[in-house]
């Protein structure tokens, strides 16, 4: 089982960046496909965007052209750069690995919250 840990959330005005970050304790090379998935109060965790370990890429509709998902296997650091924040952006986004065969891992998440 790998561990995630997630980090950059925080309060952001709309139109603005941030960019997450997702540190994998134990093998990333292991990791068939990585993701980011949020999740609004009172609503389903959803998919926002994947990554598999070709480096191919996945989007939510709601976010395509303005977020940007990447790996970096030195570093065994997932990340998500998002530009141009909306309040419904607003969420706890969650870090998410899968190795074929294995149950998913997941991180304890980190807030986003997008409010003038």
């Known amino acids: 089982q790998v561990q995630l840990v997630e980090s950059g959330g925080g309060l952001v005005q709309p139109g603005g960046s941030l960019r997450l970050s997702c540190v994998v304790s134990g093998s990333i090379l292991s990791i068939n496909v990585m993701g980011w998935y949020r999740q609004a109060p009172g609503k389903q965790r959803d998919l926002v965007a994947t990554i598999t370990s070709g480096g191919t890429t996945n989007y939510a509709d709601s976010v395509k052209g303005r977020f940007t998902i990447s790996r970096d296997n030195a570093k065994k650091t997932m990340y998500l750069q998002m530009n141009n924040l909306k309040p419904e952006d607003t969420a706890v986004y969650y870090c998410?690995?899968?190795?074929?065969?294995?149950?998913?891992?997941w991180g304890q998440g980190t807030q986003v919250t997008v409010s003038s």
């Open positions: 998410n690995a899968v190795r074929f065969g294995l149950s998913p891992s």
